[in-house]
């Protein structure tokens, strides 16, 4: 079949070029690559030391165990590391203008945009920098504020968690600091772009720093270059703040839907702080999270508004822990989960209570509203409680779209889909009537009506 | 032009169960019929079909909105060609307010070609016309940033019903006991609204138990129904009759509907 021929020569070579690609051009995640990606960066000893011993750790451990609870219902058999590559540099930089999606009309003070763990932007209005705010690359200020970073860097991160954390620790790259000086108050929010392209690596580690007194807000948006992009994100997340400091941190995950997202996000609050904190997921195809609020001052408060939407085969997991550790802290997390097609969510929270921590109050929610059959919500709401002057309430609901409703919606000239829509964005408005940010309120409106099917 | 709803021969069954068994019923714009009839007789049904609920299906007849063929209508195409239903049990729409439903319905009825995202009426016009309307319903504005029948009373929600009718403003208008579950104030008002709203100004189908809604607007066609079928159809006298006599006579006089009727009651009462 002489039309047939051109077509199998271009598909040869389109291999073989690729096979090229990945053998010598791109370093794995193993000896090699770890020494090229540290050979390639400049930074104390200190830090040098940590990576070798997570690599040296990451080395020894297995993957998780299928059988622990805590990956009893997420299976990662489908992930194999060797199709990834460690981060490397970029060839040409894409195109990033419409990516971002927390920007739109927000007077920002600073921002940090990185690409497949490259930083490709790094700003601080002048007047923060004056005030002695640090807003720059991890690498940057592990140079020039090395103790500073030694001191909270892996502070509540756990590089032993498992295999996916000590490698992110041994090929942290692109990471982002921030540092509020005492009493500084951070009016414009600061913004951080993490963009993977279609097949790279992310490993970001982000460490905010807020001292006694301090404020700010951080907008920090996961996206890919398309909505299919394949990639992977190692990441971490510490969120560290002093006495009566307060911060708002909004994460919004869109990874593009081939995209494996394995992360510890963590925030030690201290006395008299307070910590608003906004957590959106609906891109990767899977994603493992484990997300705690540790309150270790007394008084310290945080709530968590949590979005998740999945559609597709997407997986999305998301481990919460509020835990109190000193007395008279209030924890409130409410996670609001949407599924569709034969996608599913997997929600596992815990409230945990030291034996000192009386007078704690503690309040944990999950509602799923399930779209399609073939949709799964788990949600494992749990708490641990060692102390006996407690008020710790916890509950979780899981629902299907009611027919009447949409009916009800139709007799209004709403389509199916309309009525869909209001529906599921509806469900979502107690979350939204939390968020105290526009840009934020309207991007995650945006973001979740996009995603709303069609369904008969 | 004069608008018509059309209903002929109207068979309509849940499941397998026939509950309407060959209703015919004409409403001209502007024309006022009571549809009245006991327990489980299968107005609400009427009410229903004719909006099209995916759980009733039309096994005979036909029903047509100025000829067109109303039964060939999606749902939400029945509501922008002009038919409205006031339900006797609203359904709650948890997170979404009042005023932005009521935005996206309006917008849906008045410009019925209008695709899901083209532009919705005017933010200001559209709450200058709702705030009108909500002041001369004796409603605070306070209602419009509720979520749709969250946590209202039964009271609350027929109000919401008469709201949207206002809003609407539909060529015909199914009110499914409109006046049930209020008290004697709140029926005058609700009463007096209708009358107001659509008296004249449409074609109203009321179902009711009540005379109060009657007295307010006042019917030129009472209909019975028993057993699926339109027994009896009057003036407002027949209305006034069944009101202070009740449904003896009729139940005597149409052995087969009443058998039909008591059938449908005990089906009900299994299920």
């Not at chain 1, 690609?21 to 400049?42: E, H, N, Q, R, Y």
């Not at chain 1, 058999?77 to 970029?90: D, E, N």
Request: one cysteine or more; a negative charge.
């Amino acid at each position: 079949m002489p039309a047939a021929a051109p077509l199998h020569i271009k598909s040869n070579h389109f291999t073989d070029h690729s096979i090229k690609m990945t053998s010598t051009t791109l370093p794995a995640f193993d000896a090699t690559g770890f020494d090229a990606l540290t050979a390639g960066v400049s930074e104390p000893d200190w830090l040098k030391q940590l990576r070798r011993e997570a690599f040296e750790h990451a080395n020894a451990m297995q993957w998780p165990e299928r059988r622990s609870e805590e990956w009893i219902r997420t299976d990662i058999r489908t992930f194999q590391l060797s199709k990834f590559h460690a981060p490397v540099a970029l060839e040409t930089k894409p195109e990033t203008d419409t990516i971002h999606q927390l920007v739109d009309g927000v007077d920002l003070g600073g921002r940090i945009e990185t690409i497949d763990s490259q930083i490709t932007q790094c700003e601080l209005s002048d007047e923060l920098a004056a005030k002695g705010v640090v807003f720059c690359s991890l690498s940057d200020a592990a140079k020039s504020h090395s103790e500073l970073v030694r001191e909270h860097l892996f502070s509540t991160f756990d590089p032993d968690h498992d295999r996916f954390a000590a490698l992110h620790t041994a090929f942290e790259k692109g990471g982002q600091f921030l540092y509020v000086p005492k009493n500084v108050v951070v009016e414009q929010p600061l913004h951080i772009g993490s963009i993977l392209t279609d097949g790279g690596s992310d490993t970001t580690h982000t460490l905010i720093v807020i001292e006694e007194g301090a404020q700010a807000t951080v907008l920090h948006e996961y996206n890919s270059v398309d909505s299919k992009a394949a990639g992977l994100h190692l990441g971490g997340v510490e969120l560290i703040q002093k006495a009566n400091s307060h911060l708002r941190y909004v994460s919004l995950q869109e990874w593009g839907h081939k995209t494996y997202h394995f992360a510890q996000q963590k925030a030690l609050v201290g006395r008299d702080a307070t910590l608003q904190w906004t957590i959106a997921a609906m891109g990767s195809q899977l994603s493992k999270v484990n997300q705690s609020v540790d309150l270790i001052g007394k008084r310290a408060e945080c709530q968590v508004n949590g979005v998740m939407f999945t559609e597709a085969r997407q997986h999305l997991a998301y481990h919460t822990q509020q835990y109190h550790r000193a007395p008279d802290c209030r924890s409130d997390f409410l996670y609001k989960s949407a599924q569709q097609d034969q996608s599913r969510s997997v929600w596992r929270g815990m409230i945990k209570v030291d034996p000192g921590a009386q007078k704690t109050d503690g309040y944990q929610r999950n509602d799923n509203l399930v779209l399609s059959e073939a949709a799964r919500a788990d949600s494992i709401p749990g708490l641990e409680i060692e102390a006996d002057d407690v008020r710790c309430t916890h509950g979780s609901t899981t629902a299907k779209v009611d027919e009447e409703q949409i009916f009800y919606a139709r007799c209004r000239g709403f389509t199916r889909k309309e009525a869909t829509r209001m529906i599921v964005i509806g469900f979502f408005q107690q979350i939204f009537d939390r968020i105290s940010i526009e840009s934020v309120r309207d991007a995650l409106g945006d973001a979740i009506a996009r995603q709303v099917r069609e369904y008969d | 032009m004069t608008h018509v709803l059309k209903i002929e021969n109207l068979h309509v069954s849940v499941g397998d169960k026939p509950i309407l068994r060959g209703v015919n019923l004409t409403i001209n714009h502007g024309e006022t019929h009571a549809l009245m009839g006991p327990n489980g007789s299968g107005k609400s049904t009427l009410g229903l079909a004719i909006m099209g609920h995916p759980g009733y299906e039309i096994t005979e007849g036909s029903i047509s909105l100025d000829g067109e063929d109303v039964l060939e209508m999606e749902v939400n195409e029945r509501a922008r060609a002009g038919i409205f239903m006031a339900f006797q049990r609203p359904m709650a729409i948890p997170g979404v307010k009042m005023a932005d439903f009521l935005r996206h319905a309006s917008t849906n009825v008045r410009r019925p070609d209008r695709k899901e995202g083209e532009d919705l009426i005017p933010m200001r016009e559209f709450r200058k016309e709702l705030k009108d309307k909500m002041s001369h319903l004796q409603m605070d504005v306070e209602f419009a940033r509720r979520y749709v029948n969250d946590g209202f009373s039964g009271g609350e929600m027929k109000r919401a019903e008469i709201l949207q009718l206002a809003m609407l403003q539909p060529k015909f208008a199914i009110l499914d006991e409109t006046d049930s579950g209020l008290d004697a104030d709140a029926v005058r008002l609700a009463s007096e609204s209708i009358a107001d709203i659509g008296h004249q100004k449409m074609g109203l189908l009321i179902i009711t138990h009540h005379d109060k809604l009657l007295e307010h607007n006042p019917p030129e066609f009472t209909h019975v129904m028993l057993g699926g079928r339109l027994v009896e159809t009057g003036g407002k006298e027949l209305a006034e009759e069944l009101h202070q006599h009740g449904y003896e006579r009729i139940r005597n006089a149409y052995p087969d509907a009443e058998a039909a009727n008591q059938e449908m009651l005990a089906e009900e009462a299994l299920a």
